[in-house]
């Protein structure tokens, strides 16, 4: 089966600029996350949708970062404007349903460049 | 923040050789993953352990779980160069939705 798609694969721009990142799950995934990984770190959750609504998006910095999930399929999400730390690849995984022991499938990631 | 911190931060061992790498996390869990990352294949699950298991096993793949400790352990057993990745736990924290909570990671080398 596909895997969980993400574009561009790389960015980079000034600060202060606006960027967004688009995610397509494995189809029939009903829950989609967003990550944010900082180089050396693990990553970190950013947002959870269950189909097109938010679960969790505690750790989303929203003076700076919004997030959607159209039609509950594929997701974008942005940053605008953009600073220099958050530089960092990120990464859109879904899993099934969202139960405790699902398994979430990881993309590819975008890697910003944030100069 | 992290939950989870990995130990070592950095392995390096040669092709055949067993590499343990450990995990310590802060809160009651429902349960821990494990992840390998690499440029290759990007991150990916390896094994699922309960808070009410003490072991499991997957192919060379041996987790250990002690609640009492938080603290989990992966061995990799017969290593080979392919094995060559970062190595994440992440944690279900028991309260709330199902939320992974990743550690800092630990680099494993295997050399041919």
């Known amino acids: 089966e596909a895997g969980v798609a993400q574009s561009p694969r790389y960015k980079i721009i000034e600060k202060r600029q606006s960027v967004a990142f688009w995610c397509n799950p494995i189809s029939g995934h009903a829950t989609l996350y967003w990550y944010q990984q900082i180089l050396g770190q693990g990553p970190k959750l950013l947002i959870q949708?269950?189909?097109?609504?938010?679960?969790?998006d505690s750790q989303l910095p929203k003076d700076r970062f919004s997030a959607e999930r159209l039609k509950g399929v594929d997701s974008t999400l942005k940053i605008q404007p953009a600073k220099l730390e958050d530089s960092a690849v990120y990464l859109c995984?879904?899993?099934?349903?969202?139960?405790?022991?699902?398994?979430?499938?990881f993309g590819p990631g975008t890697r910003l460049t944030v100069l | 923040s992290q939950q989870g911190e990995e130990d070592p931060q950095a392995l390096s061992i040669q092709e055949g050789e067993n590499a343990t790498m450990n995990c310590s996390y802060k809160t009651s869990i429902n349960n821990l993953q494990w992840y390998r990352q690499n440029s290759g294949r990007g991150l990916v699950h390896l094994i699922l352990i309960r808070s009410n298991e003490r072991e499991k096993h997957s192919g060379r793949l041996r987790v250990t779980l002690d609640t009492s400790k938080k603290s989990s352990s992966l061995l990799i057993t017969a290593s080979r160069a392919a094995d060559t990745a970062s190595y994440f736990c992440a944690t279900d924290p028991e309260t709330g939705f199902q939320k992974l909570v990743f550690g800092t990671g630990t680099r494993l080398l295997v050399s041919p």
């Open positions: 949708f269950q189909n097109n609504g938010v679960v969790d």
């Open positions: 995984a879904s899993s099934l349903e969202g139960g405790r022991t699902d398994t979430q499938y």
